[in-house]
């Protein structure tokens, strides 16, 4: 029961962190894996394992992969993107934790996955914007198609191994705040030497 509960928790923050990257694409990976018998979903969220909603998220992802394409929209859909991705987030988790109280699943969902993906969308409109300032936008076809493959490889790979994946996402985390940390650090001392 602890190890299930484990797993799917896992799970729903990998595919938080997918949510952060592109919003469709996670649940387009999960109604596949759904649909093909390799992820469970709470009762409630069982629309997302059907054939129509399988089409209708295909579609979805399409358009929000190709629309990234498209420069200075891009930067545009990221004002977007960021509450839909924290909601997104939010809801992935608790499609896939079941043996949970109401209460605790969406309490959980909210702050862990809405919280997950929202950091993740945080990140790369930070990075979408500097490659904007600094290469006009020519750069964001890199950022567009990184972000794209980012958010697949992570779904797949959240459902075949969430506790990697959650791994990989606290010791990322981990890097991040201590190099903001050293950062931190290296300009005090140049304020106060």
Same mark, same amino acid.
């Given at each position: 029961?602890?190890v299930? =509960?484990?797993?799917?928790?896992?799970? %729903?923050?990998?595919l938080? $962190?997918?949510? %952060?990257?592109?919003?469709?694409? +996670?649940? $387009?990976?999960?109604?596949?894996?759904?649909?093909?018998?390799?992820l %469970?979903?709470?009762?409630?969220?069982?629309?997302?394992?059907?054939?129509?909603?399988?089409?209708?998220? =295909?579609?979805?992802?399409?358009?929000?992969?190709?629309?990234?394409?498209? +420069?200075?929209?891009? &930067?545009?859909?990221?004002?977007? $993107?960021? +509450?839909?991705?924290i909601?997104?987030?939010?809801?992935a988790?608790?499609?896939? *934790?079941?043996?949970?109280?109401?209460?605790?699943?969406?309490?959980?969902?909210?702050?862990?996955?809405? %919280?997950?993906?929202?950091?993740?969308q945080?990140?790369?409109t930070w990075?979408?914007?500097?490659?904007?300032?600094?290469t006009?936008? #020519?750069? &964001?076809? #890199?950022?567009?198609?990184?972000e794209?493959?980012?958010? /697949?490889?992570?779904?797949?790979?959240?459902?075949?191994? +969430?506790? /990697? *994946?959650l #791994?990989?996402? *606290?010791?990322l985390?981990?890097?991040?705040?201590?190099?903001?940390?050293?950062?931190?650090?290296?300009?005090?001392q140049?304020?106060?030497?």
């Amino acid at each position: 029961m602890i190890v299930e =509960l484990l797993l799917s928790v896992a799970l %729903g923050v990998g595919l938080s $962190a997918a949510c %952060g990257m592109r919003v469709f694409a +996670p649940f $387009a990976v999960m109604s596949a894996a759904a649909l093909s018998g390799y992820l %469970g979903l709470a009762p409630d969220f069982a629309w997302i394992g059907t054939y129509q909603a399988l089409t209708v998220l =295909l579609v979805a992802t399409l358009l929000e992969i190709l629309s990234y394409y498209i +420069p200075w929209v891009d &930067n545009l859909l990221d004002t977007v $993107a960021t +509450p839909a991705a924290i909601i997104a987030g939010a809801l992935a988790t608790a499609s896939v *934790v079941t043996d949970m109280s109401p209460l605790f699943r969406w309490t959980l969902a909210i702050i862990a996955g809405g %919280g997950t993906a929202g950091i993740v969308q945080m990140s790369t409109t930070w990075v979408r914007g500097l490659s904007s300032i600094t290469t006009g936008g #020519l750069g &964001n076809f #890199l950022v567009a198609t990184g972000e794209w493959m980012g958010a /697949l490889t992570t779904s797949i790979l959240a459902i075949l191994f +969430p506790l /990697l *994946v959650l #791994l990989f996402i *606290v010791l990322l985390g981990f890097a991040l705040l201590r190099r903001r940390q050293r950062r931190a650090r290296v300009a005090i001392q140049r304020v106060y030497p």
